[in-house]
């Protein structure tokens, strides 16, 4: 089953199909278990440099959070070797292998002087209760099929049932209901996997189908009493949308590569270009290099995936030799979170009759200037790492945040630091739409750190 399809247009499309999830367990059943942290200079983008949104709240107070999530959940790293890392617990789990790929590339990074250590991966390295240790196969993006991936099928949602929570799988929530006053929602409208429209009721919702279809759900749940949709007093759901602005490096090396193993994620990560988001003048955003990720001939990010403009026996060629001999790896930009990057509602309807999301995305030149930047110094380090030939591959988004962004005020965000909806008081919204920046860290150690404290605070409350 696949939800309903997402309108994309501007110069850096959010890329949807491939960021986002439908389904029991979400977008992060098939993540990449790459688990960074945010940095400090992150939450406070807009007062410290002018650009974007600041957090309502900053990175010591999300820090304890973290460390509970990576505790529960387990991430195997080397927190030692991460001269960059924020202040933060060691890592539960030791770090996975390096394979043939990482040593290779790594040569190229210390010839330019650039660090890198293992990357967080949020990935048992030995096994932990029912979940299994790590077999370096690399099909973590087809949701790991044994367990030492944490995806929410064998993290939370096994605790979850065991509370006694229920899932409705195949339903799709149409509408959020409210009462008279406009102050409480009251229940949500939904249609089950046949089509059927039902109403439940409830004394908390919280709205977690991701960036987009929160945004789109907020905007499509109008009323007499909010004729723009809930929370949208100030004409704010669905803008500052934000994603991650990447580009691939690519390379054939003299060495066998092995690229086949490992995790998708990859093996190294460099952030030596993070601390700094304004290196010179007409530049702004921090990036970090995802290294040397698992790849099959026809993944995803696979081998065929990196040369589209070849076919046939050319196609072929390149095949044998990349299956031994090939390398890449990712940059990954920060976005500026800017008020016109965003979700409306579409002409265009679902099966139910329903507006579908319309998302425009577009960077700016300073983010543009970045991730060119980062390209050059990709081709760079795969050079002196001793590639016989590298290219980089199109400017592409990963990840998708904000739309509903967290913040002090109404009159400037869509909810307070829990994701309560301003508006109303027992409505709230999980994930990374409420991210009022991006950094340059992949998000779902982020979403877990604040899903945490805010399932916390309403049981406190
Ligand atoms: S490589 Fe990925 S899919 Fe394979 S066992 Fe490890 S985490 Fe799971």
């Keep these: 089953m696949v939800g309903a399809p997402v309108l994309e247009d501007g110069n850096l499309k959010v890329g949807h199909g491939g960021n986002a999830g439908w389904g029991t367990g ?54 030692a070797s991460e001269p ?84 409705r799988h195949r ?72 994603v991650h602005p990447a580009t691939f490096i690519y390379g054939l090396f003299s060495e066998e590569t092995q690229p086949a193993l490992g995790v998708s994620g990859g093996q190294l990560m460099c952030q030596e270009r993070y601390a700094d988001k304004q290196p010179g003048p007409g530049r702004y955003g921090s990036y970090q290099w995802l290294i040397a990720g698992a790849v099959k001939p026809n993944d995803l990010l696979g081998i065929a995936n990196s040369r589209p403009d070849i076919f046939g026996p050319a196609l072929d060629a390149f095949m044998r030799r990349a299956a031994r001999h090939f390398g890449s790896m990712a940059a990954v930009a920060e976005d500026i979170a800017l008020a016109d990057n965003r979700v409306t509602l579409s002409v265009h309807k679902d099966a139910a009759g329903l507006p579908l999301a319309h998302c425009h995305h577009d960077i700016t030149a300073p983010t543009l200037a970045t991730i060119e930047a980062a390209e050059a110094e990709g081709m760079a380090i795969f050079r002196a790492a001793g590639a016989q030939e590298c290219w980089a591959g199109p400017h592409t988004a990963m990840h998708i945040m904000g739309g509903t962004v967290m913040g002090s005020d109404s009159a400037s965000s869509v909810t307070d630091s829990f994701g309560r909806c301003h508006d109303l008081e027992n409505l709230f919204l999980a994930g990374p739409g409420l991210f009022p920046s991006s950094g340059a860290v992949n998000p779902t150690f982020t979403v877990h750190a604040l899903a945490l404290r805010t399932a916390e605070h309403m049981l406190g409350n």
């Excluded at 688990?35 to 939450?43: C, Q």
């Excluded at 973590?140 to 049932?161: E, H, Q, R, W």
């Excluded at 996997?193 to 009721?201: E, F, K, Q, S």
Aim: proline share 8%; aromatic share 10%.
């Design 84 to 167: 960059w890392r924020p202040p933060g617990d060691p890592y539960p789990h030791a770090p996975l292998p390096l394979f043939a790929q990482g040593e290779v590339i790594r040569k190229g990074f210390e010839a330019l002087d650039m660090r890198v250590a293992p990357i967080p991966l949020a990935i048992n390295a030995r096994p932990e209760g029912q979940r299994a240790a790590c077999l370096y196969d690399g099909w973590c993006d087809s949701g790991c099929p044994i367990g030492a991936l944490a995806n929410p099928l064998v993290t939370y949602l096994p605790k979850a049932f065991a509370a006694g929570a229920e899932i």
């Design 171 to 242: 339903a799709t929530v149409t509408r959020v209901l409210h009462d008279a006053g406009g102050h409480r929602v009251t229940g949500v409208e939904y249609l089950d996997a046949a089509g059927v429209n039902h109403r439940i009721r409830a004394q908390q919702v919280v709205l977690a189908a991701f960036t987009v279809q929160n945004a789109r759900l907020l905007l499509n749940s109008r009323s007499e009493r909010y004729p723009q949709g809930l929370g949208n007093r100030h004409d704010l759901v669905g803008r500052y949308l934000l």
């Design 26 to 79: 979400g977008s992060a059943a098939h993540h990449y278990a790459v688990w960074p942290r945010l940095h400090e200079n992150d939450f406070k983008v807009r007062s410290t440099y002018g650009r974007g949104l600041d957090w309502p709240i900053d990175y010591d107070e999300l820090r304890p959070w973290y460390d509970r999530v990576q505790a529960a959940v387990g991430i195997s790293g080397d927190a």
